[in-house]
């Protein structure tokens, strides 16, 4: 059974065009992320969301919209795509202690490989 | 300035040689420090989490310890499949109280049969 799932797994489309990317988490956990490993393998975190509500929104471009419509989804849109914006996107889950903030052990999801022409 | 460093970048192994893995943080506020092993096409595979200095934490081959500024990932006569890209994360305090979480770039392991 897959923990943590996405989709699609790759995406390659044109500068310009909109597109979305599916995350399904089957651990019952309560918080979900959003993260982009660039061509250097650099990992940053760009949202969290604790019970469909979010919790963190880093330092990036309002063309990025995730949006949670159950506590085992999370779903990322993508506005007008840019070159820049090629990189591999994972999601990632974890059940948090507390119910809010911090960060815990995160199962994350095999990743979507987004390629913009 | 990177707030996470890890060294060496890359590292290349006999069967059965030790060695030791290091992340360096230069924050203030730790509240965690996260292993985790990446394999080529997969998303990260958690390891450990290292909560205050002293703390050592074992799973098979691999021993991650924890200072006040560095955490180690020792790895005990690696094999093959030991194989992978190590990250570290910290998560940490900021001064306006939110938390944040920093990767490393990772180190990329190559264990050779």
């Known amino acids: 059974d897959t923990a943590v799932s996405q989709t699609p797994k790759y995406l390659v489309t044109q500068m310009g065009n909109d597109k979305s990317i599916k995350c399904e988490q089957n651990l019952g956990h309560d918080t979900m992320y959003w993260y982009k490993q660039d061509s250097k393998k650099f990992l940053k975190i760009m949202f969290s969301y604790n019970n469909k509500e979010l919790i963190i929104n880093e330092t990036v471009p309002n063309r990025f919209s995730p949006k949670s419509p159950d506590k085992a989804h999370l779903n990322l849109h993508i506005n007008s795509l840019e070159l820049g914006d090629s990189a591999v996107y994972f999601c990632?889950?974890?059940?948090?202690?507390?119910?809010?903030?911090?960060?815990?052990?995160?199962?994350f999801g095999p990743g979507t490989r987004l390629t913009v022409t | 300035e990177d707030q996470v460093t890890q060294s060496p970048e890359a590292l290349r192994l006999q069967e059965g040689e030790s060695s030791s893995l290091n992340c360096s943080y230069t924050?203030?506020?730790?509240?965690?420090l996260f292993w985790y092993r990446q394999d080529p096409g997969k998303g990260p595979e958690f390891l450990f989490t290292l909560y205050s200095a002293g703390e050592e934490k074992e799973k098979e081959r691999l021993k991650a310890t924890l200072t006040k500024k560095e955490s180690f990932l020792h790895i005990t006569a690696p094999k093959p499949e030991d194989s992978a890209t190590y990250l570290c994360a910290v998560s940490h305090l900021t001064q306006g109280g939110s938390e944040k979480l920093v990767f490393g770039k990772g180190t990329k392991l190559t264990v050779n049969p």
């Open positions: 924050v203030s506020g730790l509240r965690g």
């Open positions: 990632a889950s974890s059940q948090n202690p507390s119910g809010t903030g911090g960060f815990y052990e995160q199962y």
